[in-house]
């Protein structure tokens, strides 16, 4: 059976700046991304990240993930979305995916912690694989 594959694509969580976000910091972002990544592989999704930098070689980056293999769906994270210091970087990553992805949804998050909700919104969970039950084995 297929795996969906996910890209989270996301800035770098030691290269933003906090100071106007005072309940968030970049550990506090990278443990969040770790879980959101391990919560959708639980789910049996083929999820990883692509964290870039703030522009230098991001698109570069981002293409070079979108090209290892197909993507069903790709989150552009709120660091890159919500600021506008990174709007013209939201802008190119969107014509990256556009172009690398073009059959992959796209979906975006709100804050580090609601990845699954918004990768949900546009795909079902694989369905879970069997495994034998241990019930009544003597074993």
Do not use: Y
């Amino acid at each position: 059976m297929p795996v969906n594959r996910i890209l989270l694509i996301g800035i770098e969580p030691t290269l933003v700046d906090f100071s106007s976000m005072p309940d968030l910091d970049a550990a506090k972002v990278a443990h969040s991304l770790r879980a959101q990544e391990q919560r959708l592989r639980e789910l049996g999704f083929d999820a990883a990240w692509c964290l870039i930098d703030l522009g230098a070689t991001a698109e570069a980056v981002v293409g070079a993930a979108l090209a290892e293999k197909p993507c069903d769906v790709v989150l552009i994270g709120a660091g890159i979305r919500v600021l506008p210091a990174h709007f013209s970087l939201f802008e190119r990553l969107i014509n990256v995916v556009h172009d690398g992805a073009p059959g992959a949804k796209i979906c975006f998050n709100t804050r580090p912690d609601d990845t699954l909700e918004a990768v949900l919104r546009w795909i079902a969970p694989p369905a879970a694989p069997h495994r034998p039950s241990t019930r009544g084995s003597t074993t």
